[in-house]
C-alpha cells in the first residue's frame, strides 16, 4: 500500500522567525532578567562585576520627581548633543546621558560580545541613568540624551534579519516599555533626510559602535531602526524635524515642551 501526501501552500507567518527570540535575549523588559545575565558571566567576563557593581550603587525608581523628563533620540548627526546642551541652558535642566559616563571606559569591551551580553551590558545602563533621573528630578527638569528607546531600536534592527515588512507590527509586545523602569514625560525624536545627516558627518570623528557605524553603509538597517522608534509605546516618541538650523529645531522643542510638559 502506498500513502499519498498533498502539497498545499499556506499564508506568510504572523512573524519573522527570527522575532522570536527578541525578548530577554536582544531586548529585556525586567532589571532582574538583564542583571542576572551579567552575574552569569562573572567569571569569564571580569568587567562584568565594575558593571554589577555600579548598579548595585544606584537606586532602581520606577517614577520620577515632580519635574518633567525629557528624552532626546535619534541617529547619530540629527542635532541630539547640540540641542541637548541648548535645552540644558534654556530651562536650567539637568543633562544625562544613556548609557551614563560611568560605563564609557567599559562600552569597547561590552561592544565585542554576542548579542545576549551587550544587550544586557546596555539595559542596565538605563536603569543607572533612571536612579540618576529619579534623583535630579526632584529638584529640576531632566534632559536625557537617549534611553530605552535608542537600547530597544537598535536590538529590534540587529535581531530581525531582511527589511522593514520583517519588523514585528505595530502593537506587538515587543514595542512594550518594561514596568520597572523610569518613564519619562516626554520622548522627542530627532529626524534629517539621508543626505542631510550624511553632510554632518562627514569629518565628524565619532565614537560610534558596531551597529552605529552600520547606519552608514546599510540603508536597510538604518530603516529598521527608524521604524523600531517609532513603534514603540507608551511612552512613544513626537517626531522633531530636525533640518532647520539649531535655534529653529530649540524653538520648536521649547513650545513642545511647553504644550506637554507645561514647562
Same mark, same amino acid.
Given at each position: 500500500?502506498?500513502?499519498?501526501?498533498?502539497?498545499?501552500?499556506?499564508?506568510?507567518?504572523?512573524?519573522?522567525?527570527?522575532?522570536?527570540?527578541?525578548?530577554?535575549?536582544?531586548?529585556?523588559?525586567?532589571?532582574?532578567?538583564?542583571?542576572?545575565?551579567?552575574?552569569?558571566?562573572?567569571?569569564?567576563?571580569?568587567?562584568?562585576?565594575?558593571?554589577?557593581?555600579?548598579?548595585?550603587?544606584?537606586?532602581?525608581?520606577?517614577?520620577?520627581?515632580?519635574?518633567?523628563?525629557?528624552?532626546?533620540?535619534?541617529?547619530?548627526?540629527?542635532?541630539?548633543?547640540?540641542?541637548?546642551?541648548?535645552?540644558?541652558?534654556?530651562?536650567?535642566?539637568?543633562?544625562?546621558?544613556?548609557?551614563?559616563?560611568?560605563?564609557?571606559?567599559?562600552?569597547?569591551?561590552?561592544?565585542?560580545?554576542?548579542?545576549?551580553?551587550?544587550?544586557?551590558?546596555?539595559?542596565?545602563?538605563?536603569?543607572?541613568?533612571?536612579?540618576?533621573? #529619579?534623583?535630579?528630578?526632584?529638584?529640576?527638569?531632566?534632559?536625557?540624551?537617549?534611553?530605552?528607546?535608542?537600547? #530597544?531600536?537598535?536590538?529590534?534592527?540587529?535581531?530581525?534579519?531582511?527589511?522593514?515588512?520583517?519588523?514585528?507590527?505595530?502593537?506587538?509586545?515587543?514595542?512594550?516599555?518594561?514596568?520597572?523602569?523610569?518613564?519619562?514625560?516626554?520622548?522627542?525624536?530627532?529626524?534629517?533626510?539621508?543626505?542631510?545627516?550624511?553632510?554632518?558627518?562627514?569629518?565628524?570623528?565619532?565614537?560610534?559602535?558596531?551597529?552605529?557605524?552600520?547606519?552608514?553603509?546599510?540603508?536597510?538597517?538604518?530603516?529598521?531602526?527608524?521604524?523600531?522608534?517609532?513603534?514603540?509605546?507608551?511612552?512613544?516618541?513626537?517626531?522633531?524635524?530636525?533640518?532647520?538650523?539649531?535655534?529653529?529645531?530649540?524653538?520648536?522643542?521649547?513650545?513642545?515642551?511647553?504644550?506637554?510638559?507645561?514647562?
Amino acid at each position: 500500500m502506498s500513502t499519498r501526501y498533498c502539497v498545499m501552500s499556506t499564508g506568510a507567518p504572523v512573524l519573522h522567525p527570527s522575532v522570536l527570540n527578541i525578548m530577554n535575549n536582544d531586548v529585556f523588559y525586567s532589571f532582574e532578567d538583564a542583571y542576572n545575565v551579567l552575574v552569569e558571566c562573572r567569571d569569564i567576563i571580569p568587567e562584568s562585576k565594575a558593571v554589577l557593581d555600579l548598579v548595585d550603587q544606584r537606586m532602581h525608581p520606577s517614577e520620577s520627581g515632580k519635574f518633567p523628563v525629557i528624552v532626546i533620540e535619534g541617529l547619530d548627526a540629527t542635532g541630539k548633543t547640540t540641542l541637548t546642551e541648548s535645552l540644558k541652558k534654556t530651562v536650567n535642566a539637568a543633562l544625562l546621558k544613556s548609557p551614563p559616563q560611568s560605563l564609557a571606559p567599559l562600552r569597547p569591551r561590552f561592544d565585542c560580545e554576542p548579542p545576549l551580553i551587550r544587550r544586557a551590558f546596555y539595559a542596565l545602563g538605563n536603569y543607572i541613568t533612571a536612579g540618576q533621573i #529619579a534623583r535630579e528630578s526632584s529638584k529640576t527638569p531632566v534632559i536625557v540624551d537617549r534611553y530605552w528607546h535608542s537600547t #530597544a531600536a537598535y536590538a529590534i534592527a540587529t535581531a530581525v534579519g531582511g527589511g522593514v515588512g520583517n519588523l514585528p507590527a505595530s502593537g506587538s509586545e515587543v514595542y512594550r516599555w518594561p514596568e520597572d523602569l523610569l518613564r519619562p514625560s516626554l520622548v522627542l525624536l530627532l529626524t534629517v533626510n539621508p543626505e542631510e545627516r550624511q553632510r554632518r558627518l562627514r569629518g565628524r570623528g565619532l565614537d560610534q559602535t558596531r551597529e552605529e557605524s552600520e547606519l552608514e553603509v546599510n540603508h536597510l538597517f538604518r530603516k529598521k531602526v527608524e521604524e523600531a522608534y517609532k513603534r514603540i509605546e507608551d511612552p512613544a516618541c513626537v517626531i522633531v524635524d530636525a533640518s532647520p538650523t539649531p535655534d529653529k529645531v530649540l524653538q520648536q522643542v521649547l513650545l513642545l515642551m511647553k504644550n506637554k510638559c507645561h514647562l
